[in-house]
């Protein structure tokens, strides 16, 4: 017979409660691997937006509320930082048709098909990034955004997301 498991808490509004407690306080972490975390957030929410049919506003405050600075399964991660975050999430949800003509055209000139949904996301948010943070060199964006598509692809897609940030970069930075 299997052991009975005791509830972890109160659960808030048809959400479940967080998967583990919040271990990592909120200036854990270089800001270097803060930013790097807003990155991989960023694309979680848009996903997350995406599977749902949630807007930006929502599934940011719920990713924020029951992902950040938490204890998953033993492993122990760098809190985002949150107003990169939010300008990442906000931004795209903003200025979504800038995204969408910017990506239709790399996709196209680098005749490649719409891409399934999590590397739609990777893009869309690198993308964003590289039209809206001036201040942020480039090769920073898209190295992070290559660390994120490694996360969870080992085929091509990396040099996909490369060679179409780094399009997207010589004709939005120029």
């Known amino acids: 017979m299997a052991p009975i498991k005791k509830k972890t808490g109160p659960r808030k509004s048809g959400l479940r409660a967080p998967p583990e407690k919040r271990v990592v306080k909120g200036n854990a972490g270089s800001p270097k691997a803060r930013k790097t975390a807003a990155r991989l957030g960023a694309v979680q929410v848009l996903y997350q937006m995406r599977l749902n049919n949630q807007d930006a506003k929502s ?91 490694t996360g969870f692809y080992d085929g091509s897609e990396p040099k996909i997301v490369n060679a179409i940030l780094d399009k997207v970069a010589k004709a939005v930075r120029d």
């Open 59 to 149: 599934a940011l405050r719920e990713f924020l509320d029951t992902r950040v600075g938490f204890d998953l399964d033993g492993d122990k991660f760098v809190p985002a930082d949150t107003q990169l975050l939010e300008e990442i999430v906000s931004g795209i949800a903003a200025r979504w048709a800038d995204v969408e003509v910017i990506l239709a055209k790399a996709l196209a000139d680098g005749k490649k098909s719409d891409p399934e949904a999590l590397l739609d996301c990777i893009l869309r948010a690198g993308i964003y990034e590289l039209m809206a943070q001036g201040k942020t060199d480039t090769g920073i964006i898209i190295n992070d955004y290559l660390n994120v598509t």
